[in-house]
T-cell receptor, first 112, second 111 residues
Framework: DAGVTQSPTHLIKTRGQHVTLRCSPI?????VSWYQQVLGQGPQFIFQ???????GRGNFPDRFSARQFPNYSSELNVNALLLGDSALYLC???????????FGPGTRLTVL | DQQVKQNSPSLSVQEGRISILNCDYT??????FLWYKKYPAEGPTFLIS?????DKNEDGRFTVFLNKSAKHLSLHIVPSQPGDSAVYFC??????????FGSGTRLQVQP
């Protein structure tokens, strides 16, 4: 069975650019959450979506947005990239919003 | 403000011995706690969890203890194996939604 998949694996952008990260949940999972992990820290919650609706949002600026599609895959968008946005972006899926979360391998974003 | 803290960035133990990883939290609304293990280039993998109504949960070599009055939890690994070498994250949640993670402890099990 395929786990959570994320694309791309690595990404290099420059300041001010826009980036889109993609996540495909485990089959049958209807909830997707996004986390940002800066080097040396634990993952920090960004968004949670369930059945295409936003169910939670962490303390991130409006430059960060996300959406969930009818097939339950999800995109995380970040506008006007800053150097501080360089991090590992993790996607996690769960059957429903209250269930155990399974993480993907992450997308490593480097902003130059 | 760090609501979940792992004060030991690293821990080294001998194979076969006990590994004890500690975690403290400040938010009394947390009602569910989890431990994740993370290898390089992989996402965190769920290890074990405990509800706030319990004080202990066991799963094979892994046991999590929760002390609500002290707002402290710990993960015991007995016996430790070289394959356990990884970064361990403590996480907490209210209503099993968004996870709040600690900064992680790197465990090295020496053969």
């Amino acid at each position: 069975d395929a786990g959570v998949t994320q694309s791309p694996t690595h990404l290099i952008k420059t300041r001010g650019q826009h980036v889109t990260l993609r996540c495909s949940p485990i089959s049958g999972h209807k909830s997707v959450s996004w986390y940002q992990q800066v080097l040396g820290q634990g993952p920090q919650f960004i968004f949670q979506y369930y059945e295409k609706e936003e169910r939670g949002r962490g303390n991130f600026p409006d430059r960060f947005s996300a959406r969930q599609f009818p097939n339950y895959s999800s995109e995380l968008n970040v506008n006007a990239l800053l150097l501080g946005d360089s991090a590992l972006y993790l996607c996690a899926s769960s059957i429903r919003e209250y269930n155990e979360q399974f993480f993907g391998p992450g997308t490593r974003l480097t902003v130059l | 403000d760090q609501q979940v803290k792992q004060n030991s960035p690293s821990l080294s133990v001998q194979e076969g011995r006990i590994s004890i990883l500690n975690c403290d939290y400040t938010n009394s609304m947390f009602d569910y706690f989890l431990w994740y293990k993370k290898y390089p280039a992989e996402g965190p993998t769920f290890l074990i969890s405990i509800s706030s109504i319990k004080d202990k949960n066991e799963d094979g070599r892994f046991t999590v203890f929760l002390n609500k009055s002290a707002k402290h939890l710990s993960l015991h690994i007995v016996p430790s194996q070289p394959g356990d070498s990884a970064v361990y994250f403590c996480a907490a949640t209210t209503g099993r939604r968004a996870l709040t993670f600690g900064s992680g402890t790197r465990l090295q099990v020496q053969p």
